[in-house]
């Protein structure tokens, strides 16, 4: 998911905070910068697999990830953004260049609970040149497992809602433009269309 100037981040921050126990601030993140996909590329509509081993390679993969997020920059990615059918999200709401990074990697994560209904404006790294306001449950809580290999639940809302919600979404193959009315996803289509046939 992207950074847009719709959302508070103070809210952002508090609920940042809260994952202090399970993701660790640090000052940087080692790893390469891995090719992200974009619509249409056919990996976005897969459906990733659960992971049944918490291996060195997939340590490498969330670690690539979380580089790839901060360089980009975005708040979320998931694995099938960056062409892996792994069910893995990496996230962190870094408000800005100057904090510390706290990145957080859920494995196989699965929203539990939902309440309530929030809209937001969101962005995505995999659709390019858009954004939206998309209905969303204003409260989840998610469980997952951390990369520590812990069980891990956290219950979110705010920013850290909407982006558990587009990063799971991803790994069941949706992207936020299902979210939005017909007419408004053709026009970004036509859109899309153009750019790309400018390039
Ligand atoms: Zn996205």
Redesign the pocket.
């Known amino acids: 998911?992207?950074t847009n100037a719709t959302v508070s981040w103070h809210d952002a921050r508090i609920e940042r905070d809260k994952l202090g126990a399970h993701c660790k601030q640090i000052m940087n993140v080692n790893g390469e910068k891995l090719k992200i996909f974009t619509y249409p590329a056919p990996v976005l509509r897969q459906k990733a697999k659960i992971i049944t081993n918490i291996n060195g390679d997939l340590k490498k993969l969330t670690d690539n990830m979380l580089f790839t997020m901060y360089s980009a920059p975005?708040i979320?990615?998931?694995a099938n953004?960056v062409g892996s059918l792994d069910r893995v999200i990496v996230f962190d709401l870094k408000p800005d260049e100057k904090e510390m990074k706290k990145p957080c990697v859920l494995i196989n994560p699965e929203i539990v609970e939902r309440e309530g209904t929030t809209k937001s404006e969101e962005a995505?790294?995999?659709?390019i040149d858009y954004s939206a306001e998309v209905k969303r449950s204003a409260k989840v809580l998610v469980r997952g497992i951390g990369i520590d290999e812990k069980p891990l639940e956290i219950e979110a809302e705010g920013l850290l809602a909407i982006c558990l919600q587009?990063?799971i979404?991803?790994l069941n193959g949706i992207?936020?433009i299902d979210h939005i009315s017909s007419l408004k996803r053709a026009m970004y289509k036509k859109k899309l269309k153009k750019i790309l046939n400018k390039e």
């Open positions: 998911m992207r975005g979320g990615l998931a953004q995505c790294l995999s659709v587009h990063e979404d991803h992207l936020f």
